[in-house]
């Protein structure tokens, strides 16, 4: 059973190898998701909302922080079990829905050695292939979103990919930063999310999103939710050295 952690009472996190999802509670007995995991982990997905409590057609909303397969990757098979709504960057949304292809990351050396694993991981393992999947909302900065227990702030935070986007919950102190920011296994530290299409942009997003007032806990994709100091470990990161 994939491991299941209380963030707050109401955010959830579903952690996975590759690519944690995040559960939360909305006032109207629902359900959002931030991201998706990888092709095959539904099954997952709705186990964690039964623990919780929640039937499938309990998911209203699918937040998908960007086009990647680990964060898209069971979008559609979600939306099939569901009907919830997908919500997901403007500039994503061709990506995701699959009229467009998606640009390719620009790697250094240690990105494409980690990202061949990565791959040889999913193969090995029998990930099904990626389904696209409508978009019906198309999020643009300083929208909001309907419908959760507190106001939410969608921020643009290109670079990673062209439409990525964080969400901030000023009242919960939390963020959502999408694969713009990472944590090592120990949570002590933030890295800059590897194999940016942009690599100088996501280095703006990151610092952009590490200057942010009212965050306590960073509820990365990738590592250990940065929960203790966090904006302490955001001000000490790096992200121009990473990766290098």
Request: a negative charge.
């Amino acid at each position: 059973m994939d491991a299941l952690t209380e963030i707050t009472p109401t955010v959830w996190q579903l952690a996975f190898p590759v690519g944690h999802v995040y559960l939360v509670a909305l006032p109207d007995d629902g359900y959002a998701a931030i991201d998706t995991g990888v092709p095959g982990s539904a099954p997952a997905v709705l186990g964690a909302l039964a623990r919780l409590g929640g039937r499938p057609d309990q998911l209203r909303q699918i937040v998908l922080t960007h086009s990647h397969i680990d964060h898209m990757g069971s979008a559609a098979d979600l939306v099939d079990a569901t009907g919830a709504r997908v919500l997901a960057g403007a500039l994503d949304a061709p990506y995701i829905r699959g009229t467009a292809p998606e640009p390719a990351p620009v790697f250094s050396p240690a990105e494409r050695s980690l990202f061949e694993g990565i791959m040889a991981d999913f193969a090995a393992a029998g990930i099904p292939p990626l389904r696209p999947v409508e978009v019906d909302v198309a999020l643009h900065e300083g929208d909001t979103l309907d419908g959760w227990p507190e106001p939410v702030r969608v921020l643009h935070v290109p670079g990673h990919t062209p439409g990525g986007i964080a969400l901030h919950l000023p009242e919960s102190r939390l963020l959502f930063p999408g694969d713009i920011i990472g944590a090592t296994p120990d949570g002590t530290r933030a890295v800059l999310g590897p194999g940016n299409v942009a690599r100088e942009e996501a280095i703006a997003s990151f610092r952009r999103l590490a200057a942010l007032d009212e965050v306590d806990t960073v509820c990365v994709p990738h590592g250990v939710p940065l929960r203790t100091g966090a904006r302490d470990v955001l001000a000490a990161a790096t992200p121009e050295k990473d990766w290098q």
